[in-house]
């Protein structure tokens, strides 16, 4: 722990392209990227589902279908899939972010239907009574309720997609992923432990702050 501590102080280790600072950033992009697309997949097709009842079995079906499936495993047939097509830079990066979008698309789709499902019935039926069309139902009613559970699903998200995209250090991309792949490589465990330590404290940072800006957005009275 003390040579974990000493590799996680000094200075020479967070500046640079591969310094800690330079790592960090780019795997939060990694992780924010994914989080993105896989949301806006999932939320309108779960809030779809949730809404209309349609659909539920094949999308619990299939979510449950994707989270059996190794990550690394999925890196590497997505990767021999896409990056023979891919002629730039990216021909690593790309696959990486696919892998991500699809582990982090089944939490955010649960979350969303399973939120519009749970609205209580009578919420609805005071909606359509007051005039309300189906799509102001929707978005008045049961998006607001269904908020604490599409927030739970989203950081479920958050926290696979940045514990995962370490990964993508495996295929030569960034990330805090390289501090474990390179500390590997040299034997150098005080670097491999300090990039694991950083991973496990990043996605707490960002948990942390889903469930403030959750605490924001939700009612008060739907909070508990």
Do not use: K
């Amino acid at each position: 722990m003390i040579d974990v501590w000493t590799w996680l102080t000094s200075g020479a280790n967070w500046v640079g392209t591969d310094g800690i600072w330079h790592r960090l950033v780019q795997h939060l992009e990694y992780s924010a990227s994914s989080l993105a697309i896989a949301a806006l997949i999932a939320i309108p097709l779960g809030l779809w589902i949730g809404h209309t009842g349609r659909g539920r079995v094949v999308a619990v079906s299939l979510a449950n279908g994707i989270r059996s499936i190794p990550s690394l495993g999925l890196l590497f047939i997505v990767l021999l899939i896409l990056a023979p097509h891919i002629h730039s830079g990216d021909a690593f990066l790309i696959p990486s972010i696919v892998v991500l979008v699809v582990l982090a698309i089944p939490p955010i789709l649960a979350g969303a239907y399973a939120g519009v499902e749970q609205v209580d019935p009578a919420a609805r039926d005071a909606g359509r009574g007051m005039g309300l069309t189906a799509w102001q139902v929707l978005w008045r009613i049961e998006v607001p309720c269904a908020l604490p559970l599409m927030f739970g699903g989203f950081r479920s998200a958050a926290l696979q997609v940045v514990a995962t995209a370490t990964i993508a250090a495996t295929v030569s991309v960034g990330g805090l992923g390289r501090f474990l792949i390179d500390g590997l490589a040299y034997r150098d465990y005080s670097m491999m432990a300090g990039g694991a330590l950083l991973v496990g404290l990043l996605a707490i940072s960002v948990d942390a702050v889903l469930a403030g800006v959750q605490r924001l957005v939700v009612s008060p009275g739907l909070r508990s």
